[in-house]
């Protein structure tokens, strides 16, 4: 039977050589087909031995109880789709997120085309240091109560906008500072975190100058993109081997090519380390773009504590900046010494060249100090503000700016070094304006002050 099947088969084979050719190219494709099968199946058994990347959850809300409907889990490459977030669409065209996402560990996501993520959805990461960066050539758009929650935050597009009441927020979710810095107190007095500004020490009193934890990363004080520092602990409540000081805060950095329009809130503030240990200092937050609309909060406040934390640093990039936009860097709210907080940070405009030292009216006696003043450019202003105290911690110096020098409402500018008999220093502007505000030396030193300016006026 088989050889009689055959020697048909074999006839059929010469007779229509045709039919032939094309029933080989049937198995060969048959043969591809099962091939590509099976190099599929093996990968996906493969990523059952993989630590997922992160973890999506589409949560309810039901008074103050979350319920997990469902969860799916991510490849460790960096290769993510809007499909792979759950979205709609993709990273080329327009994606639209509509899901909630838990991560536990950094997210990148980066495509030519637009970011829309869609009222009320939660993007956190809320582990120390943990980054979340969207780098997309097109818009980005967060709508209505979105919160994007990490350690850092990078937004790269043509345009961005933030919804009513959406936060970008990295407070009390820093990574560790630069090394070699000692924003971190020293001793367990219970001291604020420095960073832009010094950390405020219940210690101190009129006759001494004790401070917590002290600045750093001056030299990118135009783009910063440095960790806010942890608060002290009290001597009192850290026998159990626990660490009460609040958090520093984090980073956010927007790269933007024409404008953003903020209508929510964007902060990277030190925590709270309530009455056991002191506030962490602010983190760091830096926009570069042409136009900042909005009626939103840009924050970098340090953190309540027994010390207040120093605040953090902001450079804002923009051509056009709507004064609707609150910036703040004040010092954190010190419970136990009401009157010295943490000191101020600072908010430098990159477009004009101008610094801004304020502490929203929040009493101190902790200074920030200004380790230097650029030559080359010369600054456009500097003004010192609503109860900031300003230490220029320098032997001999030479302040000079193009326009102003400006102090209201209790602002304070200290010179000299309290260990040195004598300093000098010489200020060049052409305005000084002054209103319920000090120019004084350090407490110890004699001040030889040579003044240049154009106009001076007093108020």
Sequence with gaps: MHATLSNGLLRWMVMHPLLMHRYLC?????????????????????NLFLKPRLILTDESVIATSIHVKKSASLPLNDSLSCEDLEGVGSFNTTCLLNSNLYLSSDLYICGT???????????????????VTFNMSGNVNVGEYVAIVAGSVVICA????????????????????????????VGTEGAGGGHGGRGASCLKNNKTSFWGGDVYAWS??????????KGGSKNDSASDGHWYGGKGGGRVKFIVKDMIYLNGSVTAEGGNGGIKGGGGSGGSIYIRAVKLKGYGTISAAGGMGWGG?????????????????????????????????????????????????????????????LLDFSTSPLWSNVFVE??????????????????????????????????????????????????????????????????????????
Aim: with cysteine; proline share 6%; hydrophobic share 35%.
């Design 26 to 46: 049937w198995c060969v494709l048959f043969g591809h087909l099962c091939t590509s099968v099976l190099c599929l199946s093996l990968n996906r058994s493969e």
């Design 386 to 459: 609503n109860n900031a105290k300003v230490l220029v911690p320098l032997l001999w110096t030479r302040v000079q700016v193009r326009g102003q020098i400006s102090l209201y409402r209790g602002g304070e500018i200290v010179f000299g070094l309290s260990a040195y008999p004598m300093s000098e220093f010489e200020l060049v502007a052409e305005e000084l304006l002054m209103s319920d505000s000090i120019i004084k030396d350090n407490i110890y030193t004699l001040l030889v002050m040579r003044v240049s300016v154009l106009r001076k006026e007093y108020f």
């Design 220 to 229: 990118t004080l135009s783009e910063p993109w440095s960790y806010g520092s």
């Design 113 to 131: 085309g637009n970011l829309e993520i869609l009222p009320h959805v939660s993007i956190k990461c809320p582990t120390e240091g943990c980054m």
């Design 309 to 369: 934390g120093g605040g953090g640093r902001i450079s804002l990039d923009c051509y056009s900046i709507q004064e609707d936009v609150k910036v703040s860097v004040h010092g954190g709210y010190s419970l136990g010494c009401p009157g010295n907080s943490g000191a101020a940070g600072t908010y430098f405009n990159a477009d004009l060249l101008s610094l801004r030292v304020g502490n929203d009216n929040v009493t101190t006696e902790t200074e920030t100090p």
């Design 158 to 185: 043509a345009n961005l906008t933030v919804g009513y009441n959406s936060t970008i927020n990295t407070t009390s979710l820093a990574g560790p500072p630069p090394p070699q810095t000692s924003g971190t107190p």
